[in-house]
């Protein structure tokens, strides 16, 4: 189970590094004729009941009033298999697009934006776990290490911050920054911001163990052979800590994803223009729409699905049964 | 035990203040204010200035937050902005909401986490013991965000429950009794979205908690004379198990914050969480402050809750608050 859950993750990984290959089409391009249009399954058996190369049927529209399309079970795309540096796309796109998850208010594939948003959500969060552990690993190893008032100073700041609810800080702190700013600088801003609010999950671990790994006879030796402080803190202490800072990474990380997601629904993460799975969400805040076209909540399902992996990658160390 | 709870109110008091003090200045510290939020809506330059002197936006920060310390010391946080209601007011209101959601998810994620917690603790293995691992993985894996829009999904097309709101128009103008019935039906969506993946939470704690208990030697012993292993579970083990359960409400009580300020967003509960929100995008800083401080207090509530609530299941607690050591209330 465990192993499978890793499997996976590196999957949803390696699927955002591939997303070009792997979306049918460009995540901003708008099909002006398919707004909010239902997924398109592929089918391998036609309606006679033979079986064929995997194929779509095309989709008409049903009712422009109430958006509603069907699939036109009279006529059948082929699907084209690693043809025009694409992974799957129809060999004939003249009846319209592949949507296989459907399209959203602007007619915009939801699945390319999927594996596009992949690309923007991890990779926040994976910046801002990576700036978590370095603030959170020196500040609990310095506490660790040094003891006293700097323990003091270093763990009361962390136990500060863990009482805070976090998402109202990193609301306060995103509300107090300039809204309209350029994508780049949005997606090191939320890296910066959440990673502000989850070093103390870091740090106290890493003080946990290196407060008692200073004590051990290894990091003695290491002392008395004329190592610098630093040298013990950095080559010795903060390596034990290794297994800790993994679980912890494992941890913060769906939760940096959700945060994303939370600030982009609200309307405070990422425009619309840039696809990641909180601005995509956000055209889903309409109960109407949630109603009527329940595709749209596909970016909840992935994140459910990271969640779960992560968990159950550490569902072992959590539980001690 | 009064001392105790002497040093507990100054501390909680301390947070309220460091926290409200600080909403209050980053918000006054950040780039445009109120004002700027209203340039482009064809108001002159001059009127600007008027709105601006009259919340005491154009003087030196540290006078404005002195006065505004005073004032809030004496219980008057100012006026809203964007309102124009005394933040009191407003924030009474909407925390009284919040409060009701927050205190109906965390009863129902008690009443399911913690039996499922003693179930899976007492018992290694077992069908029912299996499946609610298995479930509380995956609710574990379902924030409120994602609950609360698939409820409402759900709701929508079903018609089952209302997908939204916390009172139909008019609903308390037939009597009281019809007022809580309509409450009744708006409460269990953002509740249920807010206490699914809290249940869960509990559901490990205590698992851990009991299972701990269990092995230890008087568990053992007690079961070794021949009692039976319900009766061990019920009258021996529980109680001591219950401490860091207990422990964590305390600091349950963020999470329980941050997830309502979501499921609020989602599901149109008109709660602190939606006000803050709104005070924070409209630039409006006393209104920020005072939601903070509400917020705030709630918080140093829950753990003072929890605290007593440990110190009730377990005597070497009371001993520790009572010696004044430091640690297990910090």
């Known amino acids: 189970m465990r192993t499978l859950a890793a499997a996976s993750l590196a999957l949803v990984a390696l699927v955002a590094l591939a997303a070009p290959v792997l979306a049918p089409n460009d995540p901003g391009e708008t099909f002006r004729a398919f707004l909010y249009a239902p997924p398109m399954r592929p089918h391998v058996v036609a309606a006679d009941g033979t ?37 799957a796309r129809l060999a004939d796109d003249r009846d319209g697009p592949w949507l296989p998850l459907g399209a959203d208010r602007e007619g915009r594939d939801l699945l390319s934006r999927l594996l596009f948003g992949a690309r923007t959500s991890l990779g926040v969060a994976v910046l801002a776990t990576l700036a978590a552990i370095l603030i959170g690993a020196t500040a609990g190893g310095l506490a660790g290490y040094r003891g006293g008032l700097v323990d003091e100073a270093i ?142 909540l596909a970016p909840a399902a992935a994140i459910f699905a990271v969640t779960l992996a992560a968990n159950l990658v550490i569902e072992r160390s959590s539980r001690t049964v | 035990m009064v001392r105790y709870l002497g040093r507990r109110v100054i501390a909680a008091a301390v947070l309220v203040a460091v926290v409200s003090s600080g909403a209050l200045l980053l918000t006054r510290l950040a780039p445009g204010d109120f004002a700027s ?45 964007v309102y124009h209601r005394p933040v009191v007011e407003l924030v009474r209101q909407r925390a009284a909401n919040t409060a009701i959601l927050a205190l109906a998810a965390l009863l129902l994620a008690t009443a399911m986490g913690l039996p499922a917690g003693i179930v899976t603790g007492s018992r290694r293995r077992g069908a029912l013991a299996s499946v609610i691992r298995g479930l509380s993985v995956v609710l574990l894996s379902l924030p409120s965000l994602i609950t609360s829009l698939v409820l409402v999904m759900v709701a929508a097309r079903t018609g089952w429950l209302p997908t939204g709101g916390m009172q139909s128009a008019g609903a308390w103008d037939a009597g009281t009794l019809s007022g809580l019935a309509d409450l009744a039906r708006h409460l269990p969506l953002p509740a249920l979205a807010i206490a699914l993946p809290l249940a869960a939470m509990i559901e490990r704690v205590q698992s851990q908690s009991l299972g701990e208990v269990m092995a230890m030697p008087f568990a053992l012993s007690t079961l070794a004379r021949g009692v039976p292993r319900r009766r061990l579970v019920w009258r021996d083990a529980l109680r001591p198990s219950i401490g860091p359960v207990a422990s964590t409400y305390g600091f349950v009580l963020g999470g329980l914050l941050s997830g309502s300020f979501v499921v609020e967003v989602v599901t149109a509960w008109p709660g602190l969480g939606r006000l803050m929100y709104d005070a924070l995008r409209a630039r409006d800083l006393y209104l920020v402050a005072g939601c903070a401080a509400a917020g705030s207090v709630f918080l140093a509530l829950g753990s003072l809750l929890s605290d007593l609530v440990s110190a009730w299941a377990d005597p070497r607690v009371r001993q520790r608050q009572a010696g004044g050591a430091p640690g297990a209330a910090e």
């Open chain 1, 51 to 87: 079986w064929h190369w995997p194929f779509v049927h095309p989709l008409r529209l049903v009712s422009r009033l109430e958006q509603r399309y069907d699939e036109d079970p009279g006529r059948s795309v082929p699907l084209q298999f690693f043809a025009g540096g694409k992974l």
């Open chain 1, 155 to 296: 763990m009361r700041l962390a136990e500060f911050v863990l009482v805070l609810p976090a998402v109202y800080v990193v609301l306060a702190l995103r509300a107090a920054l300039p809204l309209v700013l350029p994508s780049w600088a949005v997606f090191s801003l939320m890296a910066g911001i959440f990673a502000l609010v989850g070093w103390p999950w870091v740090a106290r671990a890493v003080r946990a163990v290196v407060a008692t790994e200073r004590t051990k006879d290894y990091a003695a030796a290491a002392v008395s052979l004329g190592a610098s402080r630093a040298r013990v803190l950095f080559g010795h202490l903060l390596p034990a800590c290794r297994g800790l800072v993994g679980a912890q990474a494992i941890l913060l990380l769906p939760s940096f994803i959700l945060a994303e997601a939370t600030l982009s629904y609200v309307g405070l993460g990422f425009p619309d223009t840039v696809p990641s799975w909180g601005s995509m969400l956000h055209q889903a805040s309409d109960v109407n729409v949630i109603a009527e076209f329940p595709w749209m």
């Open chain 2, 37 to 81: 939020e209203l340039f482009g809506t064809g108001v002159s330059a001059g009127s600007m200035a008027q709105e601006r002197a009259r919340y005491g936006l154009d003087r030196p920060i540290a006078s404005q937050y002195l006065e505004w310390l005073g004032r809030a010391a004496r219980l008057d946080f100012g006026v809203s902005i």
